[in-house]
């Protein structure tokens, strides 16, 4: 069974423009999760979506955001980007909420400039 | 924030067990014990959890003390692919927000 699934691996953008990063769970998972990695702050939950519906969020502002399709595929996106974004974005898929086991893609490793 | 302490850095010689600990004292009944490990940026790769009883599966052996305040990840032979950063973490069964903490940067050495 195939992996989650991250696309980009690599980007690179300016200050103010916006990005939008996809994820793929692994088939049959319905739950994405995703958190940001930085040096500074280590691994930082984000946001959870299920059955198409936002969870839970953890503690970023309104320009981070989500959306998950009817596949379960899921999107993020950030607008107004800001130096202190650089970070390696990490999407996460479990079958279910809660007692299900995670399973983490390789990121997408974001670079503003 | 983290409801995890772990010491910031371990050593293990190539071929020994490596025993990591873990303080979780503030755990509530519904939290899990899961046990992460990253290597060099790439994603947390699971390696195991539990709720109260002892575990083990192929890559590691969890031990978690009857009052549920710590734990420890026992890997049985650590070899030099086993060198990552070690993330213990507790979760509860009715949402999947998992809060890491720093971890433990194990190096296994020849």
Same mark, same amino acid.
């Given at each position: 069974?195939?992996?989650?699934?991250?696309?980009?691996?690599? $980007?690179?953008?300016?200050?103010?423009?916006?990005?939008?990063?996809?994820?793929?769970?692994?088939?049959?998972?319905?739950?994405?999760?995703?958190?940001?990695?930085?040096?500074?702050?280590?691994?930082?939950?984000?946001?959870? #979506?299920?059955?198409?519906?936002?969870?839970?969020?953890?503690?970023?502002?309104?320009?981070?955001?989500?959306?998950?399709?009817?596949? &379960?595929?899921?999107?993020?996106?950030?607008?107004?980007?800001?130096?202190?974004?650089?970070?390696?974005?990490?999407?996460?898929? &479990?079958? %279910?909420?809660?007692?299900?086991?995670? %399973?983490?893609?390789?990121?997408?490793?974001?670079?503003?400039? | 924030?983290?409801?995890?302490?772990?010491?910031? &850095?371990?050593?293990?010689?190539?071929?020994?067990?490596?025993? $990591?600990?873990?303080?979780?004292?503030?755990?509530?009944?519904?939290? #899990?014990?899961?046990?992460?490990?990253?290597?060099?940026?790439?994603?947390?790769? %699971?390696?195991?959890?539990?709720?109260?009883?002892?575990?083990?599966?192929?890559?590691?052996?969890?031990?978690?003390?009857?009052?549920?305040?710590? &734990?420890?990840?026992?890997?049985?032979?650590?070899?030099?692919?086993?060198?990552?950063?070690? %993330?213990?973490?507790?979760?509860?069964?009715?949402?999947?927000?998992?809060?890491?903490?720093?971890?433990?940067? $194990?190096?296994?050495?020849?």
């Amino acid at each position: 069974k195939a992996g989650v699934t991250q696309t980009p691996r690599y $980007l690179i953008k300016t200050r103010g423009q916006q990005v939008t990063l996809s994820c793929s769970p692994i088939s049959g998972h319905r739950s994405v999760s995703w958190y940001q990695q930085t040096p500074g702050q280590g691994l930082q939950f984000l946001f959870e #979506y299920f059955s198409e519906t936002q969870r839970n969020k953890g503690n970023f502002p309104g320009r981070f955001s989500g959306r998950q399709f009817s596949n &379960s595929r899921s999107e993020m996106n950030v607008s107004t980007l800001e130096l202190g974004d650089s970070a390696l974005y990490l999407c996460a898929s &479990s079958l %279910y909420r809660g007692m299900e086991t995670q %399973y983490f893609g390789p990121g997408t490793r974001l670079l503003v400039l | 924030d983290a409801k995890t302490t772990q010491p910031t &850095s371990m050593d293990c010689a190539e071929g020994r067990a490596a025993n $990591l600990p873990c303080n979780h004292s503030t755990i509530s009944g519904n939290e #899990y014990v899961y046990w992460y490990r990253q290597i060099h940026s790439q994603g947390p790769q %699971y390696i195991i959890h539990g709720l109260k009883n002892n575990e083990t599966n192929e890559m590691a052996s969890l031990i978690i003390t009857e009052d549920r305040k710590s &734990s420890t990840l026992i890997l049985p032979h650590a070899t030099l692919r086993d060198t990552a950063v070690y %993330y213990c973490i507790v979760k509860a069964d009715n949402n999947n927000d998992m809060r890491f903490g720093a971890g433990t940067r $194990l190096t296994v050495k020849p």
